[in-house]
Antibody, heavy 119, light 111 residues
Framework: EVQLLESGGGLVQPGGSLRLSCAASGFSFSSYAMNWVRQAPGKGLEWVSDISVGGGGTHYADSVKGRFTISRDNSKNTLYLQMYSLRAEDTAVYYC????????????WGQGTLVTVSS | QSVLTQPPSVSGAPGQRVTISCTGSSSNIGSGFDVHWHQQLPGTAPKLLIFGNSNRPSGVPDRFSGSKSGTSASLAISGLQADDEGDYYCQSYDSSLNGYVFGTGTKVTVL
C-alpha cells in the first residue's frame, strides 16, 4: 500500500523559512516523479512544484518560483520542499503527491501538513 | 487563480444523476492534454477519481464517469449517494504555464 507522510509544517513568521518532508513507502520511490500541491484554508487546490525521478528536473508555479526549492533523497525515500521568504498567502495545507506514470496527474496523495505564516 | 472553470455547486437527490462541467482553454484542455478528476471528501486529502478523461482507478465505482470534448470536460455521478458529498476538482496541464492546473472546484450536495 502506498503511503505518503508529510511533516514539518507549523507556524512561521512572514519572511521566515520552513522545510517540509514527505516520507514515502509501499512503492519504488526512485521510479516516480513527485509533486507538492497546496490548499489554502477554505480554498481550492494549487499545484506548487514537481521533481523528476532522479531529481535533475524541477518545475515551479509562478507564485513560488525563486522562493521554494523541491528536492528528493531516493536513498531515504523522502521528498522535500524548502520554503524561504514565506508570505501570509503561503498559508495552506501542503500535500505531497505521486505522479501517475504516463499521465499529467497524481494517483496518490499524502494527508497533508499545515503551514501557517503569521506574526 | 484557477485556470479551469467549474460551477461552484451542484446538488441532487439520492439516486439521481448529476454532472459537473470543467471549461479550459487552448493552452490546456484544448491542446489535447487529458483531464483528470479528484474527489475531496470533508476533512480528507484529495483522491484520484478519473484519469485520462474517462478512466477509473481500481476501486472507483462505475457510477463515476468522465468525458472530454474540445476545451471542456465533464464528470457524471449517477446513483448519487450520501457519501458522495464533497468537493470535486478537474485537473489538467497547461503548456503556457508549464505546470499542472486545477479547476475552481465544485461542491456536491446530496439533498
Amino acid at each position: 500500500e502506498v503511503q505518503l507522510l508529510e511533516s514539518g509544517g507549523g507556524l512561521v513568521q512572514p519572511g521566515g523559512s520552513l522545510r517540509l518532508s514527505c516520507a514515502a513507502s509501499g512503492f519504488s520511490f526512485s521510479s516516480y516523479a513527485m509533486n507538492w500541491v497546496r490548499q489554502a484554508p477554505g480554498k481550492g487546490l494549487e499545484w506548487v512544484s514537481d521533481i523528476s525521478v532522479g531529481g535533475g528536473g524541477t518545475h515551479y508555479a509562478d507564485s513560488v518560483k525563486g522562493r521554494f526549492t523541491i528536492s528528493r533523497d531516493n536513498s531515504k525515500n523522502t521528498l522535500y520542499l524548502q520554503m524561504y521568504s514565506l508570505r501570509a498567502e503561503d498559508t495552506a495545507v501542503y500535500y505531497c503527491a505521486k505522479k501517475l506514470t504516463g499521465y499529467y496527474t497524481f494517483d496518490d496523495w499524502g494527508q497533508g501538513t499545515l503551514v501557517t505564516v503569521s506574526s | 487563480q484557477s485556470v479551469l472553470t467549474q460551477p461552484p455547486s451542484v446538488s441532487g437527490a439520492p439516486g439521481q444523476r448529476v454532472t459537473i462541467s470543467c471549461t479550459g482553454s487552448s493552452s490546456n484542455i484544448g491542446s489535447g492534454f487529458d483531464v483528470h478528476w479528484h474527489q475531496q471528501l470533508p476533512g480528507t486529502a484529495p483522491k484520484l477519481l478519473i484519469f485520462g478523461n474517462s478512466n477509473r482507478p481500481s476501486g472507483v465505482p462505475d457510477r463515476f464517469s468522465g468525458s472530454k470534448s474540445g476545451t471542456s470536460a465533464s464528470l457524471a455521478i449517477s446513483g448519487l449517494q450520501a457519501d458522495d458529498e464533497g468537493d470535486y476538482y478537474c485537473q489538467s496541464y497547461d503548456s503556457s504555464l508549464n505546470g499542472y492546473v486545477f479547476g475552481t472546484g465544485t461542491k456536491v450536495t446530496v439533498l
